[in-house]
Nanobody, 123 residues
Framework: QVKLVESGGGLVQAGGSLRLSCAAS????????MGWYRQAPGKQRELVAVITSGGSTNYADSMKDRFTISRDNAKYTVYLQMNSLKPDDTAVYYCNAEGIILRYSRITVPASWGQGTQVTVSS
């Protein structure tokens, strides 16, 4: 019912920047929380940052000084600006949406995940 599509990943040198985007599509009334998670090879998926519809944010401690999350509520889109990237930031980055309310039924549906976008930082 709700689809998330990420874009903006790629290969970048250490110290560089990337901006990820994630757009939600479907018959949506509102989305409470949107965010980014990442999973590196051999590791568990971890929180990067989340943002509520009111603009409240939460970051993983190791990323809050380098990454900035933002969203456009009207477009159901969340962004992640990543600066000063390090090789340890290499991972698949996943978009997440929670508290999704459908437009006509006003039913809250389960959380949705994007397919992931690869970010590779070379040293």
């Amino acid at each position: 019912q709700v689809k998330l599509v990420e874009s903006g990943g790629g290969l970048v040198q250490a110290g560089g920047s990337l901006r990820l985007s994630c757009a939600a599509s479907g018959i949506i009334f509102s989305i409470n929380t949107m965010g980014w998670y990442r999973q590196a090879p051999g590791k568990q998926r971890e929180l990067v940052a989340v943002i509520t519809s009111g603009g409240s944010t939460n970051y993983a401690d190791s990323m809050k000084d380098r990454f900035t999350i933002s969203r456009d509520n009207a477009k159901y889109t969340v962004y992640l600006q990543m600066n000063s990237l390090k090789p340890d930031d290499t991972a698949v980055y996943y978009c997440n949406a929670e508290g999704i309310i459908l437009r006509y039924s006003r039913i809250t549906v389960p959380a949705s995940w994007g397919q992931g976008t690869q970010v590779t930082v070379s040293s």
